[in-house]
């Protein structure tokens, strides 16, 4: 196989594109498009070979994209129409104009791409704009598996669920087999049950796996957390497949992260709210494009100072008065993760690295918008080891799934 023709739509940072590479595959992206221009700016400081395209797609004619004569597309469509918290406005929102633009081309281009991988967030696998992708890829030809993943199917301690589809078109003779039914298969699926992680294929790992006495012993239910909750995060601390945080760190001395402790005054009002982490833990929460700014929600937290015991600072904080229970949080030395920590997490090689002017909020906003590139990683292989006549015998390795592509 000569060199692929990949077109990445919505390229933001370029997480597909990272991606692309570390797969391996032999790729030369030939166009990116996207309107961030911070994204942009960061796109190019890391691909400065790279055309990017600072357009918006539903303004590129058929034409263009004809002339660009590409075999695959990457793409993350706007997924704010679509996440379970906001107003899923899905097709009638008009941040899903683009997509649908898309799907209109797609049939009509003079050569169909051979490949398409498509991320979006959960949430999509219920909306109308899938029902209209699938439509569009049966019309077309295509093959496809769409799959929920979170990065610690593939060992990162950190949770991202994500839908993806990869599609390939099937060869003329080829008997047209898609599995649309995947979401069937797997319909009570959560954070910690993705159908690749290896847990989920190893019926012994998917119990608590803990007596009972230790789990109550354990859990100190000092935060508003759920004991359900408390129990899943100790399980996921236990899960040996998943790698520590502490591989994620920055080297660098604890001196030097002075600048990621929490302020005082989010260590009073978000206390009880925070999800910390011990560098010894094998999990986070999914970091959005909130943090940084926002506590509820927008990723966790790591807990420097290992000699205070973290229930021993919760238990009773409630009766304390404001300066006694700021002394308590502050013996934790909590912080954020730098943003060289999230993008570890994320999966982005050592030498992606962010230009001069762009502030750390910032750095967060792109990477909590982004993916998680070792994911997408095996993905594309297993797309690419799926394709037709090609010996499917390693496929199974590629994201140690045993759902076989082509069917
Ligand atoms: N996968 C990307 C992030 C995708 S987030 C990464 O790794 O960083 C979605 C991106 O779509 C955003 O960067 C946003 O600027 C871009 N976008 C949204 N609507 C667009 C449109 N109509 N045309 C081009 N880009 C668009």
């Known amino acids: 196989m000569g060199y692929l023709r990949v077109l990445e739509l919505y390229s933001g940072i370029g997480g597909m594109h990272y991606a692309l590479k570390e797969s391996g595959?032999?790729?030369q992206v030939v166009a990116a498009i996207d309107i961030n221009t911070t994204a942009n700016q960061i796109y190019k400081h890391n691909f400065p070979?790279?055309?990017?395209?600072?357009?918006?797609?539903?303004?590129?004619?058929?034409?263009?994209?004809?002339?660009?004569?590409?075999?695959?597309i990457m793409m993350s469509p706007p997924c704010q129409?679509?996440?379970?918290?906001?107003?899923?406005?899905?097709?009638?929102?008009?941040?899903?104009?683009?997509?649908?633009y898309i799907l209109d081309i797609l049939p009509r281009l003079c050569k169909l791409p051979r490949f398409i991988v498509l991320e979006n967030v959960k949430g999509f696998e219920k909306s109308s704009a899938r029902t209209l992708l699938i439509k569009t890829l049966i019309d077309c030809g295509y093959t496809f598996q769409e799959v929920m993943v979170s990065p610690t199917?593939?060992?990162i301690p950190n949770s991202r669920l994500r839908y993806f589809l990869i599609a390939l078109?099937?060869?003329?003779?080829?008997?047209t087999q898609t599995s649309s039914?995947?979401?069937?298969?797997?319909?009570?699926?959560?954070?910690?049950?993705?159908?690749?992680?290896?847990?989920?294929?190893?019926?012994?790992c998917i119990s608590t796996g803990l007596p009972e006495e230790e789990i109550h012993s354990g859990l100190v239910l000092y935060k508003r957390e759920s004991r359900m909750d408390a129990q899943r995060k100790m399980n996921q601390n236990h899960d040996l497949s998943v790698r520590q945080i502490q591989d994620f760190l920055e080297p660098q001395r604890e001196e030097n992260m002075e600048r990621y402790l929490l302020s005082p005054k989010t260590l009073l009002r978000y206390g009880l709210l925070l999800d910390i982490v011990q560098p010894k833990c094998r999990r986070s929460v999914c970091f959005t494009k909130g943090y940084g700014r926002y506590v509820e929600g927008t990723g966790s937290v790591l807990q420097c100072c290992m000699e205070t015991e973290i229930d021993s600072v919760f238990t009773g904080l409630d009766q304390l008065s404001e300066e006694e229970k700021l002394q308590q949080l502050l013996k934790l030395k909590l912080r954020y993760f730098s943003p060289r920590e999230v993008a570890n997490l994320m999966g982005f090689p050592q030498h992606f690295s962010f230009p001069e002017n762009i502030s750390t909020i910032q750095q967060y906003r792109?990477?909590?918008?982004?993916?998680?590139?070792?994911?997408?990683?095996?993905?594309?292989?297993?797309?690419?080891?799926?394709?037709?006549?090609?010996?499917?015998?390693?496929?199974?390795?590629?994201?140690?799934?045993?759902?076989?592509?082509?069917?």
């Open 25 to 27: 595959i032999p790729a």
């Open 49 to 72: 070979d790279t055309p990017l395209w600072n357009k918006t797609i539903e303004g590129i004619t058929l034409d263009d994209f004809n002339k660009l004569s590409f075999d695959m």
């Open 81 to 100: 129409p679509f996440t379970r918290i906001g107003l899923q406005g899905d097709i009638a929102d008009n941040r899903t104009k683009s997509f649908l």
């Open 153 to 155: 199917s593939v060992g």
């Open 169 to 175: 078109i099937s060869a003329e003779n080829l008997s």
């Open 181 to 204: 039914k995947t979401f069937d298969a797997f319909p009570h699926l959560d954070e910690s049950e993705s159908p690749l992680h290896p847990s989920f294929l190893s019926p012994t």
């Open 366 to 407: 792109v990477l909590g918008n982004s993916l998680n590139v070792l994911v997408v990683t095996k993905l594309l292989q297993l797309l690419l080891s799926s394709r037709p006549g090609h010996s499917a015998g390693d496929e199974d390795s590629a994201v140690g799934c045993s759902s076989s592509f082509c069917g």
